[in-house]
């Protein structure tokens, strides 16, 4: 018969091996399954757009609109800013072809937490798709991109600015730190294909750096790092290190040509 000490001790031993095994579960679960099932999901959702904006528009009928409230820098539960690494100090409207682009009639508003267009980039063989507002439960999480309230929507003047996972939850830009000047990105819409080229990255930043995601693109912690003129930028941004959300990495590019679709 086993005395109270070692019976104490069995006790414990057993209550630490399902604790562990708790903990390992759910390590399994956020660095794993999330990651399998927002992949698929965003993919689903790649797919969809790509079939309805295969289909003709019928005569007279309008793009859906949804509202527009939340002020850049600071969406929802995600991190103000995203991630950065850039230095440099010159602007740029991003080529001539962007210029008859910004004299259209402004674009419907897109529906909140929808996607409406595909990001594309080459050297990542990343395609996932670009919703609007940067929530986390409502666009992050879903393995989506997402794009900050406030800022320009896509060929417009301005920046257009979007935030996305480095780590779990389909991680779309757990490499983006990998891009370097002369990448390029393209971003789909029902109405035209935008190409941008990278130009700039800033490795870390304070996550309330707001800045980054300014219509001219400039860092308030590192001030050296980003634009002064106005022009046609994109802006990605995501936590770093990898596992943290300590700081925000971000990478910069200019318009670079639009295609009608």
């Known amino acids: ?17 399902t604790l562990g095994l708790v903990l390992l ?12 099932e927002a992949k698929a999901g965003a993919e689903r959702q790649v797919r969809s757009l790509e079939r309805e ?33 850039g230095t440099g100090d010159t602007g740029g409207t991003g080529g001539t ?39 986390k439960p409502n666009v992050l999480n879903h393995g989506y991109v997402g794009h900050y309230p406030g800022t320009a929507q896509p060929g417009r003047a301005g920046n257009f600015a979007l935030a996305g996972h480095r780590n779990t939850h389909g991680e779309p830009f757990r490499y983006i730190n990998r891009l370097r000047r ?17 130009d700039r990255t800033l490795g870390q930043t304070a996550p309330s750096d707001g800045g980054v995601i300014d219509p ?12 002064r003129e106005p022009g046609y930028y994109i802006t990605l941004t995501t936590c770093t290190p990898e596992y943290t959300s300590k700081y925000r990495l971000v990478v910069w590019g200019k318009l670079s040509s639009m295609r009608p679709r």
């Not at 259209?104 to 980039?121: M, V």
Request: charged content about 20%; glycine content about 10%.
């Open 1 to 17: 018969m086993r005395s109270p000490g070692v019976r104490l001790l069995w006790t414990g031993a057993e209550a630490a091996v």
């Open 25 to 36: 579960l759910l390590v399994v679960h956020q660095l794993w399954w999330t990651n399998r």
């Open 53 to 85: 904006w295969g289909q003709p528009q019928k005569q007279g009928q309008e793009p859906s609109s949804g509202g527009e409230s939340t002020p850049a820098g600071g969406a929802d539960d995600d991190p103000a800013v995203g991630d950065t690494e």
């Open 97 to 135: 072809r962007a210029e008859p682009q910004s004299r259209t009639a402004a674009a419907p508003r897109p529906n909140w937490d929808q996607a409406y267009a595909i990001l594309s980039i080459p050297r990542l063989g990343l395609r996932a798709p670009v919703a609007q507002g940067v929530s």
């Open 182 to 198: 002369g990448d390029t990105l393209t971003v789909e819409t029902k109405s035209a294909t935008y190409t941008y080229v990278v």
């Open 216 to 227: 001219v693109p400039r860092s308030r912690v590192v001030p050296s790092a980003g634009y």
